[in-house]
């Protein structure tokens, strides 16, 4: 069922890429990877603070991920803030990058770029950028060492794939998330 709703989810996102254009599309990728960036550089003084707010699910005697070593178990508390931290930083960011682009569409553009090639390429970068959200928002769910969640995770083949084989993202993710913050 989740796999449906992802599917689903990364077609609306091409479409909506796609009707977009290249222009607009270019400036809310270029967008995505600045926001990528200030998050990778805030993320960990924010991680602090939300640990305070935001409870976490400890691992107990017996607990496991499927997404995890078992000796990464009692610290994934750290990699679940620095995610969330990471998410919230890139989603502000991102936001208000968003926003600016409302205005984007207002200069105008070459009509040789309004083309189905075009178009196309902009809707698979909108897909793709969907996609990095999906998986950050599943990495950080992966983290939790609850039985449910993780079985629930562990079902569906495409959502194994987006958080462990993703091209790029997946590794980029597991750097700043795990290996920056837990060694």
């Known amino acids: ?34 926001a990528m960036l200030i998050a990778s550089y805030f993320y960990k003084g924010v991680a ?10 400890s691992a107990t005697q017996g607990s496991s991920t499927y997404f995890f070593p078992n000796s990464q178990l009692f610290h994934l508390d750290k990699v679940f803030y620095a995610g969330l931290a990471y998410l919230f930083v890139f989603t502000i960011v991102y936001v208000f990058a968003r926003f600016i682009g409302i205005f984007v569409n207002l200069v105008p553009y070459p009509n040789k770029l309004d083309t189905p090639r075009y178009n196309v390429i902009s809707g698979a970068i909108a897909a793709f950028i969907t996609l990095f959200g999906i998986e950050m928002c599943l990495t950080i769910l992966a983290t939790m060492p609850l039985a449910e969640v993780q079985e629930r995770l562990n079902s ?5 794939f987006i958080i ?16 920056n913050v837990i060694g």
């Open 1 to 34: 069922m989740f796999s449906v709703i992802i599917l689903l989810v990364l077609a609306w996102s091409f479409y909506i890429g796609y009707s977009r254009g290249i222009v607009l599309q270019g400036f809310y990728t270029a967008s995505a990877l600045v």
């Open 48 to 57: 602090k603070a939300i640990s305070l707010w935001i409870p976490y699910a």
């Open 156 to 160: 569906s083949a495409l959502i194994r």
């Open 164 to 179: 462990n084989y993703t091209p790029i993202t997946s590794s980029v993710l597991k750097h700043f998330w795990v290996t």
